[in-house]
């Protein structure tokens, strides 16, 4: 992972009873980037700007597709 700083912004949290995420702009040495953090899982990930224009190219099914995928698995399985 990259070394970066923080926005002076807080996160913002969007939960429900299958995941907890937090999201918040950090700042790289390469540029602004999107931190999504899921809280729950320890999971986190930084996204670019086109990296997170992709996102609006999918389709419903392609993140049915990463659900699927993903059922039963947690941080005991890596």
Request: proline content about 4%.
């Amino acid at each position: 992972m990259p070394e970066y700083h923080n926005s002076d912004d807080p996160p913002i949290r969007i939960s429900n009873e299958f995941a907890d995420i937090r999201v918040r702009k950090v700042y790289t040495r390469n540029g602004e980037r999107l931190e999504i953090h899921a809280h729950r899982r320890g999971y986190r990930i930084l996204l670019d700007a086109v990296e997170l224009e992709s996102l609006t190219w999918q389709t419903a099914e392609t993140f049915s597709g990463f659900l699927r995928g993903s059922v039963g698995r947690d941080t005991e399985d890596e």
